[in-house]
């Protein structure tokens, strides 16, 4: 009898419900929650000429890692598509590594520091509009336009446990972090398939041009203080989105996606903050930043 009462239900689930994803209209709205795991690096040059050396300073955060929770609030018509969402991403492990050379090409190495990156966060909110140029009853196809704002912490501290992690470098007092702005805007596609009548996959791609400014508070070092020293430049991102949508009833449905993202930012300015208010150019060789996101989701429709 508890067989048969479970392969009921989850017929009901699969193949109950007739409504339609793609060509559902209105307001929906959308709980969010998941996990990401983050790579960002800069260097700087020893001279604003890009030389004396090429690779003065360079650090590296290595997979950072978050609990995200978020929203996500939709609009569609027939033909016209918005999304208006936001994420909070709060990290609770992570790596960076902080190296200086006095040669060419990373060659002469007088400083190399391991140091646990277990604290930061990132606000992410977007908005995007497009047009459907394809919607029929199974598939639709869409472009559009899109801005997205990402700004993080990222934290230079000692590890929790610095006994048991012989190979980080402890320094007394250490809290040192770096504050990044990334303004992106940018185009879209978005291709919608049924594969049944209750579930979706979805695909998206987005490329954009990206406005970056960025501070650090380096706090062991005689620099001044709050702000160490400043990053600026412009570049390109980039986001591919995969997502399943299951459909449980007219009004509910539930959510799977993962996504890949990717920034650069090339031949910007650092600009370093003495004690004594002097500040001193150099050049930002570049800033790397790479995420994996998967999250998951339950969708309320107006």
């Known amino acids: 009898m508890i067989k048969k009462i479970l392969t009921l239900i989850i017929i009901g689930v699969f193949f109950g419900s007739k409504a339609q994803i793609i060509t559902t209209k209105g307001v929906?709205?959308?709980?969010?929650?998941?996990?990401?795991?983050?790579?960002?690096?800069?260097?700087?040059?020893?001279?604003?000429?890009?030389t004396n050396p090429n690779i003065y300073s360079e650090l590296k955060?290595?997979?950072?890692?978050?609990?995200?929770?978020?929203?996500?609030?939709?609009?569609?018509?027939?033909?016209?598509?918005?999304?208006?969402?936001?994420?909070?991403?709060?990290?609770?492990?992570?790596?960076?590594?902080?190296?200086?050379?006095?040669?060419d090409n990373r060659q002469g190495i007088f400083s190399d520091l391991?140091?646990?990156?277990?604290?930061?966060?990132?606000?992410?909110?977007?908005?995007?509009?497009?047009?459907?140029?394809?919607?029929?009853?199974?598939?639709?196809?869409s472009a559009g336009v899109y801005s997205d704002f990402l700004n993080q912490?990222?934290?230079?501290?000692?590890?929790?446990?610095?006994?048991?992690?012989?190979?980080?470098?402890?320094?007394?007092?250490?809290d040192s972090y770096y504050k990044t702005k990334w303004l992106s805007v940018g185009g879209y596609l978005n291709i919608q398939h049924n594969i049944i009548q209750t579930l979706n996959v979805g695909l998206s791609t987005q490329w954009g041009y990206t406005s970056y400014d960025s501070y650090a508070n380096w706090n062991l070092r005689p620099f001044r203080h709050p702000k160490s020293f400043t990053h600026t430049g412009k570049g390109y991102n980039h986001t591919t989105r995969l997502a399943i949508t299951k459909l449980i009833n007219d009004k509910i449905a539930i959510s799977g996606?993962?996504?890949?993202?990717?920034?650069?930012?090339?031949?910007?300015?650092?600009?370093?903050y003495r004690e004594d208010n002097t500040s001193v150019p150099t050049k930002l060789n570049e800033v790397?930043?790479?995420?994996?996101?998967?999250?998951?989701?339950?969708?309320y429709i107006f």
């Open 153 to 174: 912490k990222l934290t230079l501290l000692n590890h929790t446990y610095p006994d048991d992690n012989p190979e980080y470098d402890y320094q007394e007092d250490l």
């Open 257 to 272: 996606q993962g996504a890949y993202s990717n920034a650069l930012i090339k031949n910007g300015i650092d600009l370093l």
């Open 28 to 50: 929906s709205i959308e709980a969010l929650s998941g996990y990401s795991k983050d790579n960002l690096s800069f260097s700087i040059a020893g001279n604003e000429k890009g």
């Open 114 to 141: 391991l140091m646990s990156s277990h604290k930061g966060y990132k606000h992410n909110p977007k908005l995007k509009v497009g047009y459907k140029f394809i919607n029929r009853k199974n598939t639709s196809f």
């Open 288 to 299: 790397k930043w790479n995420s994996w996101q998967f999250l998951i989701g339950i969708k």
């Open 61 to 103: 955060w290595e997979k950072i890692q978050y609990t995200n929770n978020g929203i996500a609030i939709n609009y569609n018509t027939n033909r016209w598509e918005a999304q208006l969402g936001y994420l909070y991403s709060d990290a609770f492990k992570g790596d960076v590594n902080d190296k200086d050379y006095s040669e």
